[in-house]
């Protein structure tokens, strides 16, 4: 088995965050993966399938388990199937541009994290192909629940927010028909009269694409000078909307993209009432996790 060196750990290092660079809110991981064979092109050892897993070649599970070392390091961070390079990253990849300096000044700083963790062993050997693998389960898994909200009918992502504000502890009064979009889809309060805290008043857009600072306006002005307004959008904000969201001074508002979304639900998912959990069914699987 050809030796996997110091070097080419570094190689696919740097390549991970010369793609990320420029890529402020981070890419998939799948869409790393995939401009790597462009950006730092396998060798014939890395085509090769691993023997326990045909499916996963040892050039994707060579970045996965090389970037264990960033992630300690505090140098990228890894969340919901999503990858971002954070500044001490960006640092780093400018002041070691040698991709084995790179590469040693990761495993240095994943070191002084493990020294800091007296019951974490090293992460070795079957624990690598362990590591890549449970990796690449929870980007799957998220992947397939981003699908399926995606694919929902839009009047049931509305139940599905109304649900979850139950769960929070809110007081839902109002949910609109199915039918043309008025602006409001939700109204709720702090308290079953509404005689406490401000009234809030709940947007829902479904749609794929990112809302604008248009659509975000057209929303603030239904909001009364008492109102909370919180639009949810699962397909993302546009930088100007969120820039409006932040500079809006005379109205609260709170964004919810598709990954808030998710978290929320998580969060209180126990919270949920049972019959409106088929709206976004989901199971926790716990592992055995030394990387932690």
Not at 3 to 19: A, C, D, M, N, S
Not at 93 to 120: G, N, S
Not at 179 to 188: L, W
Not at 259 to 264: C, I, P, S, T
Request: charged share 30%.
């Amino acid at each position: 088995m050809p030796e996997i060196t110091k070097r080419r750990v570094g190689e696919l290092q740097r390549g991970v965050f010369k793609i990320l660079l420029d890529q402020p809110e981070g890419l998939r991981a799948k869409e790393i993966l995939a401009r790597m064979e462009r950006e730092v092109p396998p060798t014939e050892f890395e085509k090769m399938s691993y023997p326990r897993n045909p499916e996963m070649r040892r050039f994707e599970k060579m970045i996965r388990f090389s970037t264990i070392g960033p992630v300690k390091a505090g140098w990228l961070v890894k969340n919901q199937g999503c990858w971002f390079a954070t500044e001490e990253g960006k640092k780093a990849y400018a002041e070691f541009p040698e991709p084995e300096k790179f590469a040693r000044e990761a495993d240095r700083l994943f070191r002084e994290w493990r020294a800091t963790e007296a019951a974490v062993p090293p992460v070795e050997g079957d624990a690598t192909e362990a590591a890549a693998t449970v990796e690449q389960a929870e980007e799957t898994a998220w992947t397939e629940i981003e699908n399926y909200v995606r694919a929902m009918n839009p009047y049931d992502v509305q139940k599905l927010i109304a649900a979850l504000l139950r769960a929070m502890g809110y007081h839902v009064c109002w949910e609109a028909a199915p039918g043309p979009d008025r602006g409001i889809d939700i109204v709720a309060h702090n308290d079953p009269l509404g005689t406490s805290g401000p009234r809030i008043k709940v947007q829902v857009k479904r749609t794929a694409d990112a809302v604008g600072a248009p659509d975000l306006r057209s929303f603030i002005a239904v909001l009364g000078e008492q109102d909370v307004g919180i639009f949810v959008s699962i397909g993302g904000f546009s930088k100007d909307a969120e820039e409006e969201a932040r500079t809006k001074e005379t109205r609260k508002l709170t964004l919810i993209d598709l990954k808030q979304l998710m978290d929320l639900w998580i969060e209180h998912y126990g919270k949920v009432d049972q019959g409106e959990r088929r709206l976004l069914p989901i199971r926790p699987v716990y592992y055995l996790d030394l990387r932690e």
